[in-house]
């Protein structure tokens, strides 16, 4: 089973940049297809973005094409979101979800019930 540790959020003004990281242990990082979600106050969890594990074939919501970009060092067991051009819509906690081991190598799934693990998260707040 793999343990995940996001780090990275924080608060910054509107128009700003910030790099989340998601650091996986427990078991080869490189098997699996990961996700960020995020979940702002009094909404439901919503996908982010996502990339395969075979590949590296990406998948992202229409709110953060062109702003956000999802990628992974699986020699670090790591994977990261670059986020630039942040919006007060953005503010949330996000999260990183791993798939299930050598699963969807061909396409990035987008729902929460196709990632069973799942870091801890961590807050975003983006001041207008």
């Known amino acids: 089973q793999v343990q995940l540790l996001e780090s990275g959020g924080g608060l910054v003004q509107a128009g700003g940049s910030l790099r989340l990281s998601c650091a996986a242990s427990g078991r080869t990082f490189s098997i699996y297809t990961m996700g960020w979600f995020r979940q702002a106050p009094g909404k439901e969890r919503e996908f982010v973005a996502g990339i395969s594990w075979r590949s590296s074939l990406t998948n992202y919501a229409d709110s953060v094409k062109g702003r956000f970009t999802i990628s992974r060092d699986n020699a670090k067991n790591t994977m990261y979101l670059q986020m630039n051009s942040l919006k007060p819509e953005d503010t949330a906690d996000y999260y990183c979800?791993?798939?299930?081991?050598?699963?969807?190598?061909?396409?990035?799934?987008?729902?929460?019930?196709?990632?069973?693990?799942w870091g801890q998260g961590t807050q975003v707040t983006v001041s207008s």
């Open positions: 979800a791993a798939s299930r081991p050598f699963s969807y190598s061909d396409y990035v799934p987008a729902q929460q019930y196709e990632y069973p693990y």
